[in-house]
Nanobody, 125 residues
Framework: QVQLVESGGGLVQPGGSLRLSCVVSGHTFSSYAMAWFRQRPGKEREFVAVINWTGDRTVYADSLKGRFTISRDNAKSTAYLQSHSLNPEDTAVYYC??????????????????WGQGTQVAVSS
């Protein structure tokens, strides 16, 4: 059974940083592109970033580029999302997702095979 488990969320002050982790079990991690999405209160889920199988290609949502960094460690079957300069608009549930496909041109249109349960990030003073 494939499982994606996110961690690292919590309460952070504006301007702060956070690193989210997504540990994957039950399949060959290196066979999947890994992505992060988020759902802010009252909003639809939105794409944040995606990284390809080997970790040498990444794509970011234009509005978040520069503040978020996606990475992966295939030896640990873990994907990461490092964020900095957080602001209250970044408050959301953050989800990781896995897909056999990697589409740099349309990453949010890709069918993601597996999803985590989400981790809450709250940015507030």
């Amino acid at each position: 059974q494939v499982q994606l488990v996110e961690s690292g969320g919590g309460l952070v002050q504006p301007g702060g940083s956070l690193r989210l982790s997504c540990v994957v079990s039950g399949h060959t991690f290196s066979s999947y592109a890994m992505a992060w999405f988020r759902q802010r209160p009252g909003k639809e889920r939105e794409f944040v970033a995606v990284i390809n199988w080997t970790g040498d290609r990444t794509v970011y949502a234009d509005s978040l580029k520069g503040r978020f960094t996606i990475s992966r460690d295939n030896a640990k079957s873990t994907a990461y999302l490092q964020s900095h300069s957080l602001n209250p608009e970044d408050t959301a549930v953050y989800y990781c997702a896995a897909s056999r496909m990697f589409s740099p041109a349309a990453p949010s249109s890709v069918s993601y095979d597996y999803w985590g349960q989400g981790t809450q990030v709250a940015v507030s003073s």
